[in-house]
């Protein structure tokens, strides 16, 4: 049987493909490339370039491919940029996913993965956050995660399609051995962002807020390598194949670092000098964000194996300085098998 990836050329999406190679499936590939890297792609894995809205797109995957699990990456998610085209954010991700859940009842796929995000917690009403702590979302992406969480559970009792919703944190690092790596357009997460001024790349880094309740005065955030991430989604697989039982997990570190700390690690691991300019804070940053990951570790038998901040970063750095324009950069091809 083959496992559907969606959004199987972005950033997360290509290092599970990697992780379910590795663990001998067979795996297919759906991606419309807005987001995502052509090169980023195994080679010999079956691709189709398109949309989830588009239905014969869908049909021919699930006709041609024995298909028996779905991981669903495929979605916008920048917060500012679901503030200001909320709109966007719901047919993209929300329409997308009911065309792809149909597409799947349809063709009697019983199983799902689902990218969640932390960000359908809103701000947190305690640390670590826990599963069955309230879902308030405070912007359009974490509202339409929610809202295709929810979906998933009414499916569930209506089609009998099993899913599991992984909500997750700050992805960081990459490929230890450097075939594929992070390469965002533009880039919004903070570890890409620092290497990306120890490359010079960048003048400097800003900080939003330094006078956090914190240890240090800035923010704190439960950052997670991605090969962590991508095992997940592998162990979830599997656990929907066996237990054929429907759930919802967080996944995180477990121990949060500093904004201040992670600029620290990046000028250590490069060797490089980083400024960093303190900034005003940005509406909305809570202080500390913390996942509790105990349930996936206890139901999914799932364990970060790179949890130590120096080696997420190194991992990145290994991507970053071998691969400055990322993807772009001539003479990159599709990461070997």
């Known amino acids: 049987m083959s496992i559907l990836v969606t959004g199987g050329a972005g950033y997360i999406g290509s290092h599970t493909v990697l992780a379910l190679k590795e663990k001998g499936e067979t795996v297919v590939v759906l991606d419309n490339l807005t987001k995502g890297h052509r090169q980023a792609v195994l080679d010999g894995i079956p691709f189709y370039e398109g949309s989830l809205t588009d239905e014969a797109v869908l049909d021919q995957i699930f006709e041609q491919h024995k298909i028996d699990a779905v991981i669903h990456f495929a979605a916008h998610s920048l917060v500012g940029e679901s503030v200001n085209d909320p709109l966007q954010y719901y047919e993209n991700n929300v329409a ?74 700050n992805a960081a690092g990459a490929d230890p051995e450097g075939r594929i790596g992070e390469d965002h357009d533009p880039e919004s997460h903070l570890i890409p962002i620092v290497l990306q001024a120890a490359l010079g790349q960048r003048e400097s880094v800003s900080v939003f807020g330094d006078d956090y309740a914190t240890a240090d005065g800035t923010c704190i955030r439960d950052y997670i390598h991605v090969m962590d991430l991508a095992a997940a989604h592998v162990k979830a697989v599997e656990r929907l194949r066996t237990a054929k039982e429907s759930g919802i997990y967080n996944l995180g570190n477990g121990k949060g670092f500093s904004v201040k700390e992670v600029i620290e690690t990046c000028r250590e691991v490069t060797g490089r000098d980083i400024e960093a300019k303190i900034a005003e804070r940005r509406q909305g940053d809570p202080a500390i964000l913390i996942a509790s990951s105990e349930k996936a570790k206890l139901e999914l038998g799932w364990q970060p194996q790179y949890p130590e901040l120096k080696e997420i970063v190194q991992h990145a750095w290994n991507w970053h300085v071998h691969h400055p324009a990322g993807f772009k950069k001539e003479g990159v091809s599709h990461a070997s098998q």
């Open 96 to 169: 997308g996913s009911l065309a792809l859940v149909k597409s799947m009842v349809k063709h009697d796929v019983k199983n799902i993965v689902f990218s969640s995000t932390a960000a359908t917690y809103g701000e947190p009403k305690s640390i670590p956050i826990q599963e069955s702590d309230p879902t308030v979302p405070t912007n359009p992406y974490g509202e339409t995660k929610l809202a295709i969480e929810k979906m998933l559970h009414w499916a569930d009792g209506a089609y009998g399609l099993k899913s599991v919703a992984l909500r997750y944190f």
